[in-house]
């Protein structure tokens, strides 16, 4: 299973952009999936969550400008990101908590998309 990241990007304050996130494999069945980010010199945070029926979470930051989807048929989970903000700059990873395969139930990361917001 791979989990693929695209989307990142340089964007200005106020701007949005579009995060995706790819699973791949033998699947049968994905469970909870989030967003995580990095920042230069700090731990990782959540930044969204979504499970697999649509009940979504988000951390107090991005709420209101941040919105996570997902395409079950597709195996496919977004991020929109809307009214950027410098703080919003890091690496963002996708996770997914639990994906059934016909080796058993496991937790996976991507390699995460770089997102830049920058004048």
């Known amino acids: 299973v791979q989990l693929a990241e695209s989307g990142g990007g340089l964007v200005q304050p106020g701007g949005s952009l579009r995060l995706s996130c790819v699973a791949s494999?033998?699947?049968?069945?994905?469970?909870?999936m989030g967003w995580y980010r990095q920042a230069p010199g700090k731990q990782r945070d959540l930044v969204a969550t979504?499970?697999?029926?649509?009940?979504?979470n988000y951390a107090d930051s991005v709420k209101g400008r941040f919105t996570i989807s997902r395409d079950n048929a597709k195996n496919t989970m977004y991020l929109q990101m809307n009214s950027l903000r410098p703080e919003d700059t890091a690496v963002y990873y996708c996770h997914a908590q639990g994906i059934l395969t016909s080796a058993g139930l496991n937790a996976y990361w991507g390699q995460g998309t770089q997102v830049t917001v920058s004048s």
């Open positions: 494999g033998n699947i049968f069945r994905i469970y909870a």
């Open positions: 979504i499970t697999s029926d649509g009940n979504t």
